[in-house]
């Protein structure tokens, strides 16, 4: 696919173009503290998992169904991109290139197992049965069991469990350190607002940008910012500079995977096309189309739009009005909009130039999808 987005993010006059045949926020070539980041993160996940085995099978007795059911979706393919933005918002805030804590690692991994926790629990509310180019957990565990509600209740129990060990790793990051109680308020916000913004998902609300914020955004950039920065000991400046750059940061990732949902190669994203209308999401180019497309345009959609059973040419159909309409354009617009906003924001004066170096390669990996 020929991405509609390249050069979104410039430098001065200066268009910068990213290479879409290399995962954009994995990419090692574009930007190798990204990859090693990554690495950091998945070495400490694979041997929290061991220990974990061996724990469960003391503990428990009956094998690890659920913490392997955990483990291979944590390390099916993520890219790591929340720890990526908690590493760059401690380098923006801490001066010392030779002092970086083994929490930043141990925080990275409840970023990971808080987001696996979210993604088990929401592709069971969405009927999703695809994640990474696999099974989701439910998907996995009803066929392991050869029972529909069993497997969704053990995929509900991995969600939980998986939490929990969220909940471990932040606990353990933040032992000894004098700035414990802030990151414990930071991840508690982070985790609450999600759950909100998941609430108002399901429940349709016309506030797209607020859900984008509190579902996405929330967990995605500005929690891990704010856990970053405070790591870093950042003072009331760099706090702000981030905070304007977190906000609208966030809600282009939103946009971005909205548009990756209804036009990304399905072997890069791991999901059919199309799968939000069926589960009644409503996208940005759910609601730019129904705000500017034509009667016929939005009945053609809402024929669709949570309809479960929807088949894949009344999907397409959708998709191609989207595209013919120019919904899909405008909402490319609205991420490029929102990337500029980010870029004005991001402040070179108050923070670190490796910290702000490494949050605009962040930026131009968001612009490609």
């Not at 760059?88 to 970086?100: P, V």
């Amino acid at each position: 696919m020929t991405t509609r987005l390249e050069g979104l993010v410039a430098h001065g006059r200066r268009e910068e173009r990213v290479d879409e045949s290399v995962a954009p926020v994995a990419s090692r070539a574009t930007s190798p503290w990204l990859g090693a980041v990554r690495d950091r993160v998945d070495a400490e996940l694979a041997s929290f998992f061991e220990t974990k085995r061996e724990l469960t099978r003391r503990v428990g007795g009956e094998g690890t169904v659920l913490v392997d059911a955990i483990a291979e979706l944590t390390m099916r393919g993520g890219k790591r991109l929340r720890p990526a933005v908690l590493f760059a918002a401690y380098r923006a805030t801490h001066a010392d290139l030779e002092d970086e804590p083994a929490a930043l690692v141990r925080l990275g991994c409840a970023l990971e197992l808080l987001q696996s926790y979210l993604l088990i629990h929401d592709d069971w509310m969405d009927a999703d049965d695809e994640r990474r180019g696999g099974p989701s957990v439910h998907a996995a565990l009803r066929a392991r069991t050869g029972n529909a509600h069993l497997g969704d209740a053990l995929a509900i129990l991995a969600g939980d469990l998986c939490s929990a060990y969220a909940w471990e790793q932040m606990i353990a990051a933040a032992e000894g350190l004098a700035c414990a109680p802030a990151l414990a308020s930071a991840f508690v916000r982070m985790h609450q607002e999600v759950v909100l913004g998941q609430e108002l998902d399901l429940v349709a609300t016309r506030d797209v940008s607020r859900m984008q914020k509190l579902k996405t955004g929330s967990y995605t950039i500005e929690g891990p910012l704010r856990l970053g920065a405070i790591l870093g000991g950042a003072d009331a400046s760099q706090l702000a500079a981030l905070e304007a750059f977190g906000a609208p940061l966030g809600e282009a990732f939103q946009v971005r995977d909205d548009l990756l949902g209804a036009f990304g190669d399905p072997q890069k994203t791991g999901k059919p096309r199309g799968n939000d209308l069926r589960a009644g999401k409503r996208t940005v180019l759910v609601l730019e189309c129904e705000r500017a497309s034509r009667p016929e345009e939005r009945a053609l959609l809402s024929s669709v739009l949570g309809k479960l059973d929807a088949t894949d040419h009344e999907v397409h159909a959708v998709l191609a009005m989207f595209e013919r309409t120019g919904v899909r354009a405008r909402a490319e617009d609205r991420l490029r909009g929102l990337l500029e906003q980010a870029r004005v924001a991001l402040s070179p004066a108050v923070l670190t130039s490796r910290g702000a170096e490494q949050l605009q390669s962040l930026l131009v990996a968001l612009a490609t999808y």
